[in-house]
């Protein structure tokens, strides 16, 4: 199983960025799939999920109306829209794949699978 992030960069204060996330060797439609983030010296943190189906998807509150995952499943890509990006959005985020119980959505340890990471440095 590989996952490959990338589409993370360098932007200003108030910019977007779009992560995707392309799976490969993986049953993809049958996996749910989220973000999560590490800032240095922080633990890695939840930013959002989506469901197998695409039809839920879940937000750390401090991105909600921000912030926008998405899938396609005949890419077996998922995405990760950041719009109005603050300086505390600052860090590496991985993409995960996992078989989830929908009450550990939001857990690191609930994911099989991650991609490697891709930094994303908002300046303010």
């Known amino acids: 199983v590989q996952l490959q992030a990338s589409g993370g960069g360098l932007v200003q204060a108030g910019g977007s960025l779009r992560l995707s996330c392309a799976a490969s060797?993986?049953?993809?439609?049958?996996?749910?799939m989220a973000w999560f983030r590490q800032a240095p010296g922080k633990e890695r943190e939840f930013v959002a999920a989506?469901?197998?189906?695409?039809?839920?998807?879940y937000y750390v509150d401090s991105v909600k109306g921000r912030f926008t995952i998405s899938r396609d499943n005949a890419k077996n890509t998922v995405y990760l829209q950041m719009n109005s990006l603050k300086p505390e959005d600052t860090a590496v985020y991985y993409c995960?794949?996992?078989?989830?119980?929908?009450?550990?959505?939001?857990?690191?340890?609930?994911?099989?699978?991650w991609g490697q990471g891709t930094q994303v440095t908002v300046s303010s």
């Open positions: 989506i469901r197998w189906s695409g039809g839920r998807k």
């Open positions: 060797r993986l049953t993809f439609s049958s996996y749910d």
């Open positions: 995960a794949a996992g078989r989830v119980v929908l009450s550990s959505s939001r857990t690191p340890t609930a994911y099989n699978y």
